[in-house]
């Protein structure tokens, strides 16, 4: 990724600029009124299904981890993300859909499968994708890392020495930890975790009789164990001494022996189980969220199992034990030709080897704030709206925004919702520090956030106990929003200071996914903030807001109808263009009004970057419609709506993508971008984002997604947002290469002629 590409942000081509919508693509009369007769918008031909998109999107993600221009370790990290995703797949989707067909429903999904019809498509998807996730590790990933130092070795191939010294750091560190649980007519099939690999053991006693074991691999060990004699080569590109690996799963098999002294091993096998992690959380009969939450996280502990992976030359007697007693049907176990649970090689990309590794980099501060001097946020706030794009920009403002509110004595009450923190937030210490110097503050802290239900729970309580007032969410649905509110004296009353966002308040996450950050002290804006948070925290009316786009109050309609107004529009002959970017399409009603738009020839542009269930370039619905999903070292995160409306273009940004449960099910926030300023940037971005020929796939009528371009000169818009928009943040001005040669051009006339800069 070192190879800048040759445009920046202004250089997009002109027809998929978004400053000027290009002329409709006229639809044949006789092919429309054909389609008509033939589909309606509700046909589930019309449609993705919406499982098999997410497994599209993880295709995607592990083409980076096949592109040798990638850095090795960066190609390593991809696949591991692959595996954690899988891993995420089975615990929330493929777990739903069990659940759908043990029921015996007959409800269809929005492209017409049934529960069990789309477990059976997932499962032959899944294998060939493991498959190639095994093939690309064995025969390109491995050999690589070896090239350059790295050797991940099978156990077996180690020298005398290396295998002496790893016996070694068995009995000292492995031997402790582990726990051999039997399983006999007096001893109950263990339990066994989900995500944990364990080694399946058959032993042998005297009698002839063969018992089973289960061991499981610590967690709290690393996966891959560095080999403390390592060979003395060095690689042949880095000059780098050799640093070898075993997998420890390896080296608890070859120790079984002091295990089970006196007894025969006869066989070993690795397995791993993922279970269902859907929590029941009984909202309306419980007094107390925290404590409904915290049961149920208990009780996922013993939830379903809905995956067994298990070694591919796994004996047909393990297998039944196995299958048996977790229980789980065989359709749903994973013969797997090579190592389990391979999010774990994330563990090499700690490694200090920055040259396998992209290239690190500092995030700006826009010149509003870098020039501040000693002024506050809220000084500048008091000038100008302020625009954040993670983490291209620093995520530190945001955090300041909190600390200086927390000291400053004119701040009377901050309010603040939280989702995903972290650990170790600096946000939350903000939030105790305001709360200890006596400011009024209010959290609502999502406890129904999945897989950080317990960071969330430990936070609640540290605030709680610090005097904070907390809310847990709103009865029956989960609060997805990011917004904090300062209230603040001046003069002989107060001001409102806001902070809106498309990402979490995690500083971590700020620095891998892309995500916009917005300051405002519009006075409309605080109103609806003001009664926002009022709603959230007791019993106010949901007024309908001014400019806020609020779910599930008004979100949807607002976005309904500027998406009509669109039509109309185009319709009036004044160009109608829509630019949707987000993480997910999936909500029925939006992909028909999306089609509806198509039909009257108004240009879609979708920047989709995972799920998309809506098919685009289908001859008399979408084929004015692109869909583009780009996947690079950034997540893509943040979600943008831009309406051309007749000239006058509006951009909303904010925390809901395009689907049923984000418009209906959660509180979510859209808001306007009014500056122009900031709206020539954000425009500017998402230019680029849809010129961008690197790192893009884009979606066929079909379902499948193709790339771009893979040519030396193509156009990575992330890279390029790390390189012209880094230097464009600093002088706060968006440039095209044309102006800068004009600015050249008038600065070398200035300085001949003896003008100052």
């Known amino acids: 990724m070192e190879n800048s590409p040759k445009a920046g942000p202004a250089d997009a081509p002109e027809t998929q600029q978004i400053t000027q919508a290009p002329p409709p693509v006229p639809i044949p ?76 429903t007959q ?46 070795a099978e156990l077996s191939s180690l020298e005398t020495e290396e295998r002496a010294a790893l016996d070694s750091y068995f009995l000292q560190q492995v031997f402790p930890v582990l726990t051999p649980l039997a399983f006999d007519p007096g001893r109950p099939f263990p339990h066994i975790s989900s995500g944990s690999l364990n080694l399946a053991v058959v032993v042998g ?82 007094d107390d969220l925290l404590e409904s939450v915290e049961e149920a996280m208990r009780q996922r502990r013993f939830s379903n199992v809905v995956r067994l992976e298990v070694a591919a030359d796994t004996s ?59 002024e506050d946020i809220c000084s500048v706030m008091r000038r100008e709206d302020i625009l954040l794009h993670h983490p291209y920009d620093s995520f530190q403002p945001v955090v300041e925004f909190l600390q200086q509110a927390a000291r400053d004595p004119s701040v009377l009450a901050i309010k603040v919702t939280l989702y995903r923190v972290g650990r170790n937030s600096p946000i939350v210490a903000a939030l105790l520090d305001a709360a200890e110097n006596g400011k009024q503050v209010s959290v609502l802290v999502e406890l129904k956030a999945r897989f950080d239900e317990e960071s969330n729970i430990e936070w609640a309580r540290t605030l709680e106990d610090a005097g904070v007032h907390v809310v847990y969410g709103i009865v029956g649905m989960k609060v997805h929003s990011k917004i904090a509110l300062l209230v603040r004296r001046e003069g002989e009353g107060v001001r409102r200071y806001v902070h809106l966002g498309t990402g979490n308040y995690n500083p971590v996450t700020a620095r891998v996914y892309t995500d916009f950050g917005f300051f405002t002290c519009n006075e409309q804006i605080a109103d609806d903030a003001t009664y926002f948070f009022n709603s959230l925290t007791g019993y106010a009316k949901r007024n309908e807001p001014q400019e806020l786009l609020v779910a599930p109050v008004n979100l949807r309609h607002r976005l309904e109808a500027l998406i009509k107004r669109e039509i109309a529009l185009q319709r009036k002959g004044e160009g109608g263009h829509l630019v949707f970017k ?102 500017d971005i998402l230019n680029l984002q849809l010129a961008d020929t690197k790192k893009s796939h884009q979606l066929q009528s079909d379902g499948r ?36 040669k004009r600015e050249s051009a008038k600065k070398a006339r200035k300085n001949k002629a003896g003008s100052p800069e």
């Open 582 to 683: 987000m993480n997910a399409l999936e909500d029925p009603k939006m992909i028909r009004l999306l089609y509806r738009a198509s039909q009257a020839g108004v240009k879609v542009d979708l920047l989709v970057r995972g799920i998309c269930c809506l098919r685009p370039l289908l001859p008399g619905f979408s084929e004015n419609i692109r869909v583009i999903s780009i996947v690079g070292r950034f997540l893509e995160h943040g979600r943008a709506y831009y309406f051309r409306n007749g000239g006058a273009e509006e951009i909303y940004l904010g925390s809901a993508d395009l689907m049923r449960r984000n418009l209906s099910h959660r509180v979510e926030i859209l808001f306007p971008v009014r500056n122009s300023k900031l709206l020539r940037r954000l425009k």
């Open 205 to 286: 006693e005297n009698q002839g009789t063969d018992n089973f074991a289960r061991i499981k691999v610590p967690e709290s060990l690393p996966r891959l164990v560095p080999v403390p004699a390592s060979r003395k080569s060095r690689s042949p590109n880095s000059g780098k001494p050799e640093l070898t690996f075993v997998w420890l799963e390896q080296l608890i098999s070859a120790n079984l022996g002091l295990l089970f002294p006196g007894m025969e091993i006869l066989e070993a096998y690795p397995f791993r189980v993922t279970r269902d992690a859907e929590i029941a959380i009984q909202e309306l009969e419980s």
């Open 29 to 104: 009369a006789s092919e429309a009124a054909s389609s008509a007769t033939v589909l309606t918008l509700e046909a589930p031909e019309l449609y993705i299904n919406r499982e098999l998109s997410l497994l599209e999107f993880q295709k995607r993600v592990l083409q980076q981890a096949r592109e040798p221009e990638n850095p090795l370790l960066e190609r390593v990290k991809f696949l591991s993300i692959v595996s954690s995703n899988l891993d995420e797949f089975f615990m929330v989707r493929v777990a739903g859909l069990q659940r759908h067909a043990a029921s015996g």
């Open 705 to 740: 997604y193709l790339r771009s371009d893979s040519s030396a000169d193509a156009i990575d818009s992330q890279l390029a947002l790390l390189t012209h928009e880094r230097e464009a943040i600093r002088t706060e001005t968006r440039p095209s290469p044309s102006s800068r």
């Open 107 to 152: 409800e269809t999904s929005v492209d017409g499968l049934s529960a069990v019809a789309q477990l059976q498509l997932i499962r032959q998807e899944v294998r060939g994708l493991v498959g190639k996730m095994q093939s690309l590790w064995k025969d390109e990933l491995l050999p690589a890392l070896g090239g350059d130092a790295i050797r991940v």
């Open 316 to 374: 047909d007697k393990v297998l039944e034990i196995l299958a048996t007693n977790l229980p789980i049907d065989k359709q749903d176990v994973y013969a797997v030709d090579g190592h389990l649970g391979l999010s774990r090689l994330m563990e090499l990309c700690t490694l200090d080897r920055p040259d396998l590794k992209d290239k690190p980099f500092v995030p700006s501060i826009p010149a509003t704030l870098a020039s501040r001097g000693d």
